[in-house]
């Protein structure tokens, strides 16, 4: 199954590697991307002016980046988008956390 509509993706990584592997998975699915790689909040926060996502798709903790300082700039700018957390080093007390974080954050 091929889905038409390009999915427009705000990707938070630091390795092009692991940002390679997932938008090769999404393409196996059957989708079509449109994809923006940042690392730090200044990019992201001009990746998330310049146009409307989708969906943002991030690594659980980065060098100069975390989920808790993404969840924070998305709501600081009030937009509504789903930010999904791709990692194979969270465990479940982290994701916990961050999933208790979300409504909260203003």
Known sequence: MVNEEELKILMVEHSAEDTDRVLQ????????????????????????????????????DLPQLNAEEILQTIRNQYLDIPLIIVSSHVGEEAAEHIMALEPMIS
Do not use: K, N, P
């Open 25 to 60: 998975i999404l393409v196996q699915g059957g989708f079509q991307t449109e994809c923006l790689c940042v690392s730090t909040v200044s990019a992201l926060h001009d990746a998330l002016m310049i146009r409307d996502w989708d969906v943002i798709l991030s690594d659980y």
